[in-house]
C-alpha cells in the first residue's frame, strides 16, 4: 500500500499524480452515487440500494469503457452542474434530463467528449424521473461492503454516506484502454463545439420499454392468496397512482385499498426491490432500490425484475397497471436482458 | 427435516417455510441449513436472509431457473434432516438505563406499576434470541422480552432515536444500530457499535446469537465511548 498513489490502483495506463475530479457546482434534488447495489449484506440488515434503473446505469458505463458495474451518478427530476477540470469521456443515460456542457445542448445515450474546463448541465423534462451520469474510469468513491452505492438512511457509502452537495469534489477514476481509445476518437473529430458525440446512439428498441401509463408485470407474491377475490381482481383491472410519498425506498401507490379476507398475524421475513407489500390501511407499497431487508406486511405480488427500470422512471402522479407473468417467463426475460447487454458490450469493443 | 415449503419470491429469490408459528428448535434448523447452503452455495446463488419462520434465498437467474433452484433446495432440506444444529454465540451488551439515555423508561415503570430499578433488574434478567437482523442494518429481531414489561409504542414517533438506544414496542426489544425515526419505548443506550461496516462481518449480532443486557452507571458509558470499542 505504500506510496501508491490515489486512484493508480485500477488501470496501468494511469498516469496521473492526482486524482482527476468533477466539482458540484449544483447538486440537484437528490444525487448519489450509485452502482449495482451490495450484495451478499442483506441478512445483516443491510439494504442492497444501488441504481433504481439498472439498465440505464449498465449502458452509460458501457458507452465510456467502464466495467457495467462501476459506480455511476443517480440524479432525480432536477440535474446537477458538474464542472470538469480535466478534459473527460461521460455518457448521460436514463429519463428526465436534458443535457447540456457549456449551455448547448448534447446528446444522450452515446458517449460524450468533454473538454477540460466544461460545465455539464441538466434541465428538466416532462417525462422520467432517474438519469445516470457515467465518467470513464467511473467515479472513484471508497467501496464499502464491497460496492460504491450510497445508503443514506443508514449513512455511509457513495460520497460521505449522502447525496451530492455543492462544492463537493467527485474524484474520477482512471479509463480502462478501451475509455481511453473512446475519448481519443471523440476528441480527434472535435469542431468548435464544446464537446463531442458520435452519430450513432442506443437504439430504443434494444432498451427497456418505458412508458408514461406502463403496464407491470408481476408474480404472485406468498400471501397473494390471503386478499379477498375482490381485491385480488381490483389489483390487476385497477390503475394504480404513484404518490408523492415515494422515493427510492419504496413507491406509495394510490388506488382501490385492497384488503384480506381475514386478519394475517404474520412474523417479518425478507423482502426485496419489486415486493408490492399492503399495509392495513390498504394501500400498496412497490419496494425499490432501497427496500428494507424485512417487511412484515402481507405481499401480494412482486414486479418482475425486466419491469424495475421501468418503474425506477416513473414519477409521482402518473399511473401504472398490473399484468401477471408467471416466474418461467420473467427469468426468460431477464435472460434476453442480459444477452443485450452482452451484444451491446460487443458493439462497443467492436467499435472501438 | 420435515414441514417446509418452497414458493418463488419473483423470478431471483425462494423463500422457504418453515410451519408459521415461532419456535426456537424450528429456528435452529432453519439457521444451521442456511450455513450449510452459504458453505456450499449452488450455482447463482447470492446470499440466503434467515426470518423468524423463512429463509429466504437470493439467486441470479442467469445461472439457473426457478425449477433448478427448487430441485437443489430440496435436495438440501432432504439431506438436512439429521444435521446437528450449531450453538450460538451469547453476546453482552452493556446498558445505561435511564436518565438522558433512556428517557422513556418512567413511563415502562409507571405503565406497569413498577419502580425504575424494578424494569432494570427485569430487562437485564432475560436471556434474548436474536431471530433476524433487519430494519436497519445490524437491528437485531429479539425475542424472549417478559411478558410483564411489554409496552405500547410512543404515540408520536420521534423524528431521531440515538444510536445505540435499547427500546420497547409491544413484546419486542432491541437496540437501535444507526440513528432512525422511531416509536419504541427508549429504556436505555449501548456504547457498542451493533453496525460496524468496517469490519467483517459488518454487525455485533448474528441471527442464533443470545443477547444479555447488563446495566452499567452512565460514568462508564462516557468512558466507554472515549475509549473506543474495548471488548
Given at each position: 500500500m505504500m506510496g501508491r498513489r490515489d486512484g493508480a490502483q485500477i488501470a496501468p495506463s494511469c498516469t496521473r499524480d492526482a486524482p482527476a475530479v468533477a466539482r458540484v457546482?449544483?447538486?440537484?434534488?437528490?444525487?448519489?452515487?450509485?452502482?449495482?447495489?451490495?450484495?451478499?449484506?442483506?441478512?445483516?440488515?443491510?439494504?442492497?440500494?444501488?441504481?433504481?434503473?439498472?439498465?440505464?446505469?449498465?449502458?452509460?458505463?458501457?458507452?465510456?469503457?467502464?466495467?457495467?458495474?462501476?459506480?455511476?451518478?443517480?440524479?432525480?427530476?432536477?440535474?446537477?452542474?458538474?464542472?470538469?477540470?480535466?478534459?473527460?469521456?461521460?455518457?448521460?443515460?436514463?429519463?428526465?434530463l436534458a443535457t447540456f456542457v457549456d449551455g448547448e445542448p448534447a446528446p444522450c445515450w452515446r458517449p460524450l467528449y468533454v473538454a477540460a474546463g466544461s460545465t455539464v448541465s441538466f434541465h428538466p423534462l416532462p417525462q422520467g424521473c432517474r438519469t445516470y451520469l457515467a465518467v470513464a474510469g467511473g467515479w472513484m468513491v471508497p467501496l464499502w461492503l464491497g460496492s460504491a452505492s450510497t445508503d443514506i438512511r443508514a449513512g455511509f457509502g457513495g460520497l460521505a454516506g449522502r447525496p451530492l452537495r455543492a462544492g463537493d469534489a467527485l474524484p474520477i477514476g482512471c479509463a480502462s484502454e478501451r475509455g481511453l481509445r473512446i475519448l481519443a476518437a471523440?476528441?480527434?473529430?472535435?469542431?468548435?463545439?464544446?464537446?463531442?458525440?458520435?452519430?450513432?446512439?442506443?437504439?430504443?428498441?434494444?432498451?427497456?420499454?418505458?412508458?408514461?401509463?406502463?403496464?407491470?408485470?408481476?408474480?404472485?407474491?406468498?400471501?397473494?392468496?390471503?386478499?379477498?377475490?375482490?381485491?385480488?381482481?381490483?389489483?390487476?383491472?385497477?390503475?394504480f397512482r404513484v404518490t408523492p410519498q415515494s422515493d427510492r425506498m419504496g413507491y406509495r401507490l394510490d388506488g382501490p385499498a385492497l384488503s384480506l379476507s381475514r386478519p394475517l398475524e404474520m412474523l417479518s421475513e425478507a423482502v426485496t426491490a419489486g415486493t408490492i407489500q399492503v399495509p392495513p390501511d390498504g394501500r400498496p407499497i412497490v419496494l425499490m432500490a432501497d427496500s428494507q431487508t424485512t417487511g412484515g406486511y402481507p405481499q401480494i405480488a412482486q414486479v418482475a425484475s425486466v419491469d424495475l427500470p421501468r418503474l425506477a422512471q416513473l414519477r409521482p402522479g402518473?399511473?401504472?397497471?398490473?399484468?401477471?407473468?408467471?416466474?418461467?417467463?420473467?427469468?426468460?426475460?431477464?435472460?434476453?436482458?442480459?444477452?443485450?447487454?452482452?451484444?451491446?458490450?460487443?458493439?462497443?469493443?467492436?467499435?472501438f | 427435516m420435515n414441514g417446509w415449503q418452497l414458493c418463488p419470491l419473483g423470478d431471483s429469490a425462494v423463500r422457504i417455510q418453515f410451519g408459521d408459528q415461532l419456535d426456537e428448535t424450528v429456528h435452529r434448523r432453519l439457521l444451521t441449513i442456511a450455513d450449510q447452503l452459504r458453505q456450499h452455495p449452488f450455482e447463482g446463488m447470492e446470499e440466503c436472509v434467515p426470518a423468524y419462520t423463512t429463509l429466504t434465498v437470493f439467486y441470479n437467474p442467469v445461472h439457473m431457473d426457478y425449477a433448478d433452484v427448487e430441485q437443489r433446495l430440496t435436495e438440501v432440506l432432504q439431506q438436512m434432516s439429521d444435521a446437528p444444529v450449531q450453538p450460538g454465540r451469547t453476546v453482552e451488551i452493556p446498558v445505561c438505563y435511564g436518565g438522558a439515555y433512556g428517557p422513556d423508561i418512567e413511563f415502562v415503570a409507571l405503565h406497569h406499576g413498577f419502580t425504575v430499578e424494578e424494569v432494570i433488574a427485569?430487562?437485564?434478567?432475560?436471556?434474548?434470541?436474536?431471530?433476524?437482523?433487519?430494519?436497519?442494518?445490524?437491528?437485531?429481531?429479539?425475542?424472549?422480552?417478559?411478558?410483564?414489561?411489554?409496552?405500547?409504542?410512543?404515540?408520536?414517533?420521534?423524528?431521531?432515536?440515538?444510536?445505540?438506544?435499547?427500546?420497547?414496542?409491544?413484546?419486542?426489544?432491541?437496540?437501535?444500530?444507526?440513528?432512525?425515526?422511531?416509536?419504541?419505548?427508549?429504556?436505555?443506550?449501548?456504547?457498542?457499535?451493533?453496525?460496524?461496516?468496517?469490519?467483517?462481518?459488518?454487525?455485533?449480532?448474528?441471527?442464533?446469537?443470545t443477547v444479555r443486557f447488563r446495566a452499567i452507571p452512565s460514568e462508564a458509558f462516557d468512558a466507554w465511548a472515549e475509549g473506543g470499542r474495548t471488548s
Open positions: 457546482r449544483a447538486p440537484g434534488l437528490l444525487s448519489t452515487v450509485q452502482d449495482l447495489g451490495r450484495t451478499g449484506y442483506r441478512r445483516f440488515g443491510v439494504i442492497h440500494s444501488g441504481a433504481m434503473d439498472r439498465v440505464a446505469a449498465q449502458v452509460a458505463n458501457l458507452l465510456v469503457g467502464n466495467h457495467p458495474a462501476a459506480a455511476v451518478l443517480e440524479m432525480t427530476l432536477t440535474g446537477a452542474a458538474l464542472h470538469f477540470e480535466q478534459e473527460a469521456l461521460i455518457a448521460v443515460t436514463g429519463l428526465g471523440l476528441k480527434s473529430k472535435r469542431t468548435r463545439a464544446p464537446f463531442a458525440a458520435p452519430l450513432w446512439r442506443v437504439s430504443w428498441n434494444a432498451l427497456p420499454r418505458y412508458e408514461i401509463n406502463p403496464v407491470i408485470r408481476v408474480m404472485e407474491g406468498p400471501q397473494a392468496n390471503a386478499f379477498t377475490v375482490d381485491s385480488q381482481r381490483a389489483f390487476f383491472t385497477s390503475p402518473q399511473t401504472m397497471r398490473f399484468a401477471p407473468i408467471g416466474v418461467r417467463e420473467a427469468q426468460r426475460l431477464w435472460r434476453q436482458q442480459v444477452q443485450w447487454l452482452r451484444c451491446l458490450t460487443a458493439a462497443i469493443q467492436q467499435a | 427485569m430487562h437485564t434478567a432475560a436471556a434474548y434470541r436474536v431471530y433476524a437482523l433487519g430494519f436497519s442494518p445490524g437491528f437485531p429481531y429479539l425475542g424472549g422480552l417478559p411478558t410483564a414489561l411489554a409496552t405500547p409504542r410512543r404515540a408520536t414517533p420521534r423524528l431521531a432515536v440515538p444510536a445505540g438506544s435499547v427500546g420497547i414496542a409491544g413484546v419486542q426489544t432491541g437496540v437501535y444500530p444507526v440513528e432512525t425515526p422511531g416509536g419504541w419505548q427508549i429504556i436505555g443506550r449501548t456504547p457498542l457499535a451493533l453496525f460496524r461496516p468496517w469490519e467483517h462481518p459488518p454487525t455485533l449480532l448474528a441471527p442464533g446469537d
